[in-house]
């Protein structure tokens, strides 16, 4: 099937882009990477008026240190960047793991976080280090928390004529990080990755529900020093998942407890990792 036809802008600055998004009233689209937008396109699932190539926008592709704890990520940083640096160890493990590398060089950060699919690992990296996400509009920029941004599957709390420039992830102290997907290059059936983030933990997850999911009583668990196999049959029975066709509640549950262990192996063995 090919794309409805559509107007195409390459946008020269972020303000161009939120323009054009505006006068295009709800019916223009940022293209980023293509990775998520064009099989969309392709299938008619979504038919836009607009696209707005983001590509040659200048400041959004730059990964750099905002302060010791903060690792600043462009918009338009390609998931391989992400791979290849070295500022934000987390941030490189999870990009390791999003689909091949034709789609790890070509999808980009804001892409990923946009797109909200609940299965993708930058969302869950983002809740998991209580990132923030740099949004500009037709009013100037805001800061939104990554937990305030997702609000179901595929659907974000921005505004059709709003742009994500940029996303903050702090450095947690210490993390765990373990994905299980049926094969290499899948979409994760689950995503578990523990974090202390400003000496607190976090337990969160990827593909149990339709945003990025923290289980707070495992969480309140870590912090009373609960073994790691208590802490993941609490999780188990916290999270609430769906059955769909990769498999039951039963199945999620039982693989989301197999992979809190192994984030919480890793998270205990490697004290102060990230710095
Ligand atoms: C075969 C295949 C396998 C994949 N496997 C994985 C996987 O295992 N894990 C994973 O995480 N992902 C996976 N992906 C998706 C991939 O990571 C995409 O790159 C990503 O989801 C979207 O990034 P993009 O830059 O390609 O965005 P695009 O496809 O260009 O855009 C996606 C959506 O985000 C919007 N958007 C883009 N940029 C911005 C912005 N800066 N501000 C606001 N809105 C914006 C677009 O308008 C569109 O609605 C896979 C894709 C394919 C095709």
């Known amino acids: 099937m090919k794309c409805a036809p559509f107007d195409y802008v390459r946008a020269s600055s972020v303000e161009e882009t939120v323009k054009v998004l505006g006068e295009a009233d709800g019916e223009g689209k940022i293209l980023a990477g293509g990775q998520s937008l064009v099989p969309v396109l392709a299938l008619r699932m979504a038919r836009p008026a607009v696209l707005v190539d983001v590509n040659r926008v200048p400041g959004l592709s730059s990964i750099h240190r905002i302060d010791d704890d903060t690792v600043e990520v462009g918009a338009t940083v390609r998931h391989s960047r992400l791979v290849e640096q ?4 987390l941030l490189a493990e999870a990009a ?17 976080i946009a797109h909200a699919d609940p299965s993708a690992e930058l969302p869950v990296v983002a809740v998991a280090t209580g990132a923030s996400v740099t949004v500009a509009g037709p009013h100037g920029s805001r800061d939104v928390d990554a937990e305030e941004l997702f609000v179901s599957a595929l659907m974000t709390s921005l505004d059709e004529d709003e742009m994500i420039t940029a996303v903050r992830f702090p450095q947690p102290a210490r993390w765990g990080f373990a994905e299980f997907a049926r094969r290499h290059g899948d979409f994760a059936l689950v995503t578990a990755i523990v974090t202390e983030v400003r000496g607190r ?16 009583t495992a ?42 262990r192994r984030a919480l192996a890793q998270f205990e063995s490697e004290q102060e990792q990230s710095r």
Do not use: C, K, N, Y
Request: net charge neutral; no cysteine.
């Open 96 to 112: 390791r793991w999003i689909g091949h590398t034709a789609i790890r060089s070509r999808g980009t950060t804001g892409g990923s």
């Open 219 to 260: 969480e309140q668990a870590l912090s009373d020093g609960q073994p790691a196999t208590e802490i993941a049959r609490i999780v188990a029975e916290e999270i609430e998942p769906t059955a769909d066709l990769h498999g039951s509640v039963e199945f999620r549950r039982a693989i989301a407890a197999e992979m809190t």
């Open 201 to 216: 933990p976090r337990i969160t997850f990827g593909g149990v529900a339709s945003v990025p999911q923290r289980a707070t």
């Open 86 to 89: 070295t500022r934000h160890p």
